[in-house]
């Protein structure tokens, strides 16, 4: 490698390990923010061969990628550095949302009735596979409210932060929760249950877990899972099924490398590069207004730009890379890196967080027009929160007034 390359190879991979090792001492949100963004990044280390839609691709790492990536590193540090100088969100100890006020508990029985609205109007779409899913439900209407509601983030919240202090309650939310990631799971999604595997380790870890740690471990045995959820698909749903037979197929198709999502998000980014298919992509920040998508028509341009070439409908496929937006925006997109942070504070161990965690999420790997709704709705959703608890504040004295008058009355009469 050349010299230049040489340094911005190291440079990258020390900022990944200070963010990793300063996040270390921070609350859970914080590691995990750091863990996704180093199982997204650390592939640019790394060399690899990839068949992205019948392009063979073999990419090597360079300075002009790497140098962009330093960016973003240096914006995660910024963003770590300042939850540590605020000893109010390092300390973790404020609670911006009370999580067993009115507001958690509504929310999180509109995401149950969401949830079983949804299985209702899809329950013949369920056991599909991923692919046949999305065709089959492309074609089918939707109540825009609930394609947009995060009724499946909200509740992996109430599993681990229940608003409710009744046990029958927080048996039932953990069934309709469960219920949920195992559907997710079985129509092909893995998010759901990355992010618990996330909140699990992090969270009772106690300061030990090293967030690069866990991004390499889930960099180079984390596509096992995949082969996990297809054996159980075909243990299902398919008939003949031979385990010996897709045990070969295994042995024939595993590779000690990164997972193709991982190349394929910085595989997008390289040939868009390669291509001159970077444009601006300011008229995103329209998509932050109330009412605002007919605003910017041509959202995930540069995407579908990118699935043009490659002769992919829309894009399918052609994942995302959050250093593509950033170069799009003219770096004005970092913004969004560390509003996820601050989102996850005001969040923190309330029904919204795994609502924000998602958010944290989405931003390094889907198109922005698809987690800029995402934000909108977890601002709209933490409003309606906060103001459903201030109401409960302002009214809980007098209704309590008002019980204790009709005790004094019937205490009075009975005597």
């Known amino acids: 490698m050349e010299l230049l390359t040489v340094i911005t190879w190291m440079t990258h991979c020390s900022l990944l390990l200070i963010n990793s090792f300063i996040s270390m001492r921070k609350p859970y949100w914080c590691k995990i923010s750091v863990m996704l963004y180093c199982f997204y990044s650390v592939v640019v280390l790394i060399p ?20 962009v990536y330093i960016i973003t590193d240096l914006a995660l540090l910024l963003s770590v550095f300042v939850v ?12 911006v949302l009370n999580r067993d006020g009115i507001g958690c508990q509504v929310l999180l029985v509109m995401a149950c009735l969401a949830q079983v609205y949804a299985l209702i109007k899809s329950y013949d779409l369920i056991f599909l596979p991923k692919d046949k899913f999305i065709i089959a439900s492309s074609g089918r209407s939707i109540d825009l409210f609930f394609y947009h509601f995060p009724y499946d983030t909200i509740l992996l919240g ?32 893995r998010h759901l249950a990355f992010l618990i595997f996330s909140y699990l380790i992090f969270s009772k870890s106690n300061k ?34 031979e385990l010996s037979e897709y045990l070969d197929y295994i042995s024939r198709t595993y590779t000690f490398q990164p997972s193709p999502e991982q190349m394929a998000i910085l595989t997008n980014f390289v040939l868009s590069l390669d291509l001159g298919k970077i444009s601006s992509s300011l008229y995103v920040f329209a998509n932050l207004l109330p009412f605002s998508s007919s605003l910017s028509p041509d959202a995930g341009e540069m995407l ?6 490659l002769q992919i409908p829309n894009g399918q496929g052609a994942a995302y890379n959050f250093q593509l937006f950033v170069l799009g925006t003219y770096g004005i997109g970092l913004i969004f890196m560390w509003f996820s942070m601050f989102f996850n504070w005001i969040t ?42 201030q109401l409960e504040k302002m009214f809980r004295p007098a209704y309590s007034n008002y019980s204790k008058s009709r005790l004094l009355l019937k205490g009075h009469y009975s005597d």
């Open 84 to 95: 540590k100088k605020n000893s109010s969100i390092s300390g973790d100890r404020i609670v």
């Open 208 to 241: 030990i877990s090293s967030p690069i740690l866990v991004a390499l471990l889930l960099t180079f045995i984390g596509e096992v899972s995949n082969y996990l959820k297809w054996y159980v698909h075909a243990v299902l749903f398919k008939e003949g099924f």
């Open 48 to 67: 690899f061969r990839f068949d992205f839609f019948g392009i063979p691709v073999t990419y090597t790492p360079s300075a002009l990628v790497l140098s």
């Open 348 to 389: 923190k161990g309330s029904t919204l967080s795994f609502v924000s965690l998602y958010i944290s999420y989405s931003i390094l790997r889907d198109e922005p027009s698809y987690w800029i709704s995402q934000i909108k709705m977890g601002l709209l959703l933490t409003f309606f929160v906060f103001a459903l608890n």
């Open 304 to 309: 579908n730009s990118l699935g043009g070439v």
């Open 158 to 189: 109430g599993l681990f932060f229940s608003p409710f202090k009744s046990k029958v309650l927080k048996f039932l939310i953990a069934i309709v929760a469960l219920a949920t990631v195992c559907v997710s799971v079985i129509s092909g999604y």
